[in-house]
Nanobody, 128 residues
Framework: QVQLVESAGGSLQAGGSLRLACVASGYTYSNSCMGWFRQAPGKEREGVASIDATRMPTYADSVKGRFAISRDNAKNTLYLQMNSLKPEDTAMYYC??????????????????????WGQGTQVTVSS
């Protein structure tokens, strides 16, 4: 059974930093593509960052230079380091996974429809 569990988010002021973590279980984590997504009230879910099995990252333009995605395969954990946070980063953040049994995922994606497995989400609130 695939499980993705995000760490607690938080409330902080603009300019601050926060690191989110997502612990995965129930599949071969090292072969998977992983992504971070967010959804603000009244808006569609958007891809923030993704990383493939080779550790190649992809970022949304809105977070380039501020956010960094990484993975620790020994701990089955995905991270999102968020720096220089802005009020517009306020959203529910979700981690997501995609993989094929016995295959190596070498094409990460920022499309939510590409990911069948999702965590429960964690709230990040940035005040000005």
């Amino acid at each position: 059974q695939v499980q993705l569990v995000e760490s607690a988010g938080g409330s902080l002021q603009a300019g601050g930093s926060l690191r989110l973590a997502c612990v995965a279980s129930g599949y071969t984590y090292s072969n998977s593509c992983m992504g971070w997504f967010r959804q603000a009230p009244g808006k569609e879910r958007e891809g923030v960052a993704s990383i493939d099995a080779t550790r190649m990252p992809t970022y949304a333009d809105s977070v380039k230079g501020r956010f960094a995605i990484s993975r620790d395969n020994a701990k089955n954990t995905l991270y999102l380091q968020m720096n220089s946070l802005k009020p517009e980063d306020t959203a529910m953040y979700y981690c997501a996974a995609r993989f094929a049994s016995g295959a190596y995922c070498a094409r990460a994606s920022l499309l939510s429809t590409d990911y069948p497995y999702w965590g429960q989400g964690t709230q990040v609130t940035v005040s000005s």
